[in-house]
């Protein structure tokens, strides 16, 4: 499976224009610090000390906005 990784302060920026709320993902943990990937489906998927939490999902034309966001393209 392919995704871009980020911090979760891109994640915030990316969820501005369409998303889940910042709100939301501060809940379950995500602060500007954080390790977060997106697959090519958009699930979002925080890193914890001992693996991967799927948290949420983007949606809408969320591929071209992670990819302008972060520089990256899917690996």
């Known amino acids: 499976m392919q995704?871009?990784?980020m911090s979760g302060k891109t994640l915030l920026?990316?969820?501005?224009e369409e998303g889940p709320d910042p709100?939301?993902?501060a809940r379950v943990g995500?602060?500007?610090?954080s390790v977060v990937r997106v697959n090519?489906?958009?699930d979002?998927?925080?890193?914890r000390?001992?693996?991967w939490d799927l948290?949420?999902?983007?949606?809408?034309d969320f591929e071209t906005r992670v990819r302008r966001e972060t520089g990256l393209d899917w690996a």
């Open 55 to 60: 948290i949420g999902g983007l949606l809408g």
């Open 30 to 33: 995500v602060v500007d610090e």
């Open 13 to 16: 920026e990316l969820v501005k």
């Open 40 to 42: 090519r489906q958009g």
């Open 44 to 47: 979002i998927e925080l890193r």
């Open 23 to 25: 709100e939301e993902l």
């Open 3 to 5: 995704f871009i990784e």
């Open 49 to 51: 000390a001992n693996g």
